[in-house]
């Protein structure tokens, strides 16, 4: 079945500095791709989405483009700040039977930008 | 409201009791669906509600899962005889109808329940 892959953390980082986080997608037909983010104590917020090969989300400085080619969607930041600390996770949606456009999430990945 | 909301917040039950949780979508989203959050199994989708039905329920773990629908907004999700491994956060979202009405818009998630099967 479909499946989205991120790669493992936690990723830890110094503020300012260039943030890339893995994103692969399995998937037959055309997915939708998002990366939501969850910062601590707080709900699931959509950061970014792509519906279409080669589309680039963008969103506070970061960025991904869904690569049909690799099936992947990584998301990348050049400055990362305190503030971007929490957990982010890719996700794919798509049309199934009966319309439905449920979310296929990862695992998850947390970051903590140190000051 | 503003935004989807549930409750309650967190629910500590014991094992075999009854469990109901409730949650609000934003109004007028036609589109409802319950995933859980736990640290064995990330983010798993479990039901959607397209107004009051749900045509799609294949998340559901087994039968003592069930969840319902009313007036297309309120949506109650029922765990019968809790186990420990029910243990996790239940989150809900909703999102509206897209344009063309063929696919839905951006799903908009609520604060998540709690729940602790002792």
């Known amino acids: 079945g479909d499946s989205v892959t991120q790669m493992e953390g936690p990723v830890t980082l110094s503020e300012e500095a260039f943030l890339t986080i893995n994103c692969t997608y399995t998937?037959?037909?055309?997915?939708?791709l998002f990366w939501y983010v969850q910062y601590p104590g707080e709900g699931l917020q959509l950061l970014l989405k792509?519906?279409?090969?080669?589309d680039k989300g963008s969103n506070k400085g970061f960025e991904a483009t869904y690569r049909k080619e690799t099936t992947s969607f990584h998301l990348e930041k050049g400055s990362v700040q305190v503030s971007d600390s929490a957990v982010y996770f890719c996700a794919l949606s798509k049309n199934y039977g009966g319309a439905t456009n449920k979310l296929i999430f990862g695992t998850g990945t947390l970051l903590a930008v140190q000051p | 409201g503003a935004g989807v909301s549930q409750s309650p917040s967190n629910k500590v039950t014991e094992k075999g009791k009854d469990v109901e949780l409730r949650c609000d979508p934003i109004s007028g989203h036609t589109a409802l669906y319950w995933y859980r959050q736990s640290l064995g199994q990330g983010l798993e989708f479990l039901i959607y509600?397209?107004?009051?039905?749900?045509?799609?329920k294949s998340g559901l773990p087994s039968d003592r899962f069930s969840a319902e629908r009313t007036g297309g907004s309120v949506s109650t999700l029922t765990i019968q005889r809790t186990q420990q491994e029910d243990s996790a956060v239940y989150l809900c979202?909703?999102?509206?109808?897209?344009?063309?009405?063929?696919?839905?818009?951006?799903?908009?998630f609520g604060p998540g329940t709690r729940l602790t099967v002792l």
């Open positions: 792509a519906t279409k090969a080669d």
């Open positions: 979202a909703s999102s509206s109808r897209g344009a063309g009405g063929s696919s839905y818009n951006e799903q908009f």
């Open positions: 509600f397209q107004g009051n039905s749900a045509p799609d």
């Open positions: 998937a037959t037909g055309y997915p939708s």
